[in-house]
């Protein structure tokens, strides 16, 4: 069986990268078992540059084809422009579904709709917006370097149990279900900020196990690749879903080359993400925890930015940075009690592009977690992809202020002020 819910590593590959794919389809390699044919793959890429390269473009794709000194023909798709602004890919997971229940299978197609809608995507953009396909998933090596091997290996297990039964709940993770198809720029000057939307989200699973309707650590696994295969070394993670994103947290909690930063609400699920939490050991003190008050929204969050998030960055100096995008503090998610809207996503989208193309050379991307009404999760991926390209904001358009009510600014504003003297901001 072959994990494919969340290829989280293989896909940031190409998001980090920006490069041509390593998958090259070969013709005339084909008896070649599985071992050879990746040796030959990775010989044929590092001889690209001895290769005579022909590209066109056509419509919403790319092709590239070359002639080695022997005559063998290579044929490259999904090759992303040089002039690429957005990479971004979706993973839907479609049978990985329940009926009623809040992480459905119809929240990335969701978005997909709306980003077609408004006109964000290659058929309106060109090669400006560009979807990669085609992607291989994440390796069980890839997950291993964040979860414990036992639990991918019981989870091989409970798939084998969904395909029998049907739908199963993991024990011990809360309401965490599985179903058998359950899937599982270094080099450009400036390269595209890239989006990978995928299901379900992977903040709350923990090295040992999932939790909190996630399985697997996606942009976890994807730090670790970073590192490993990019030598990314310093990472730096932002995670704005309304629940603190525990996982990631635990997985790094005494690395000091990973700085988690998590803005969520206090009190919220799983009860975790206290000040106090800055990291142990080598780690101590990147690890940062902001619980904003209920009915905290964009006047808190913007300064949040300017007074917390871009501190912390320019001191950490990141390679990278990767971003856990929740959208399930908008004020009409029914899952929590913030007041975000489509402009504080767009605020802060625009924002950490500024960050990284200040700090790391414009490496960054954004990983979907959260958001649970499908109009404002949407909406705001819509006023996400908008802010990347540097478009106005559709926020007036999208929300209506008269749901919004007073924030509790002089609260908010204690907390932003403990965790600054806390971290020595």
């Not at 009623?100 to 006109?119: C, D, G, M, Q, W």
């Not at 930063?261 to 003190?285: C, M, N």
């Amino acid at each position: 069986m072959e994990l494919r819910a969340l290829p989280s590593s293989a896909l940031s590959e190409h998001l980090i990268s920006c490069i041509v794919p390593r998958y090259i389809k070969i013709k005339n390699i084909c008896k070649l078992n599985l071992k050879e044919k990746a040796a030959a793959t990775r010989r044929s890429f590092d001889q690209l540059l001895r290769f005579n390269l022909r590209c066109s473009a056509k419509g919403d794709s790319a092709t590239v084809s070359a002639s080695n000194a022997h005559g063998m023909e290579l044929s490259f798709s999904n090759i992303p422009p040089h002039d690429a602004r957005i990479l971004y890919s979706v993973a839907p997971s479609m049978g990985h579904n329940k009926e009623n229940h809040p992480e459905s299978n119809l929240r990335v197609p969701a978005i997909v709709n709306a980003l077609e809608a408004f006109e964000l995507t290659s058929k309106y953009r060109g090669l400006e917006v560009f979807e990669m396909q085609n992607f291989p998933p994440a390796s069980v090596d890839d997950i291993a370097r964040v979860h414990a091997r036992a639990y991918v290996a019981g989870l091989e297990k409970a798939m084998s149990r969904a395909t029998d039964e049907g739908i199963i709940f993991i024990d011990g993770s809360g309401p965490t279900y599985a179903t058998e198809t359950v899937s599982a720029s270094i080099n450009s000057p400036n390269p595209p900020i890239g989006f990978a939307l995928i299901r379900p989200p992977g903040h709350h699973a923990i090295p040992n196990g999932p939790m909190g309707f996630c399985v697997f650590g996606n942009i976890a696994v994807a730090a670790r690749y970073a590192q490993h295969v990019h030598g990314l070394s310093r990472v730096l993670i932002i995670d704005f879903d309304v629940h603190h994103g525990n996982g990631t947290c635990d997985a790094f909690y005494d690395d000091p080359n990973v700085f988690f930063l998590s803005t969520h609400q206090v009190g919220s699920y799983p009860g975790t993400g206290k000040i106090e939490q800055v990291g142990q050991g080598k780690g101590e003190g990147t690890t940062l925890n902001l619980p904003l008050p209920g009915g905290s929204g964009d006047y808190a969050m913007r300064n949040v930015f300017d007074e917390v998030i871009a501190p912390c960055a320019q001191r950490f100096k990141p390679d990278i940075i990767l971003v856990s995008a929740g959208y399930d503090a908008h004020v009409l998610d029914p899952l929590a009690g913030l007041q975000f809207t489509a402009g504080t996503y767009y605020m802060l989208a625009s924002s950490i592009k500024q960050l990284a193309k200040e700090l790391c050379k414009g490496r960054c991307v954004f990983f979907l977690e959260g958001g649970y009404n499908l109009q404002s999760l949407s909406h705001s991926v819509v006023d996400t992809f908008r802010a990347f390209l540097g478009e106005p904001s559709l926020a007036p358009e999208f929300d209506d202020p008269a749901i919004l009510y007073e924030e509790p600014l002089s609260k908010a504003k204690q907390v932003i002020q403990k965790v600054k003297h806390l971290h020595s901001l």
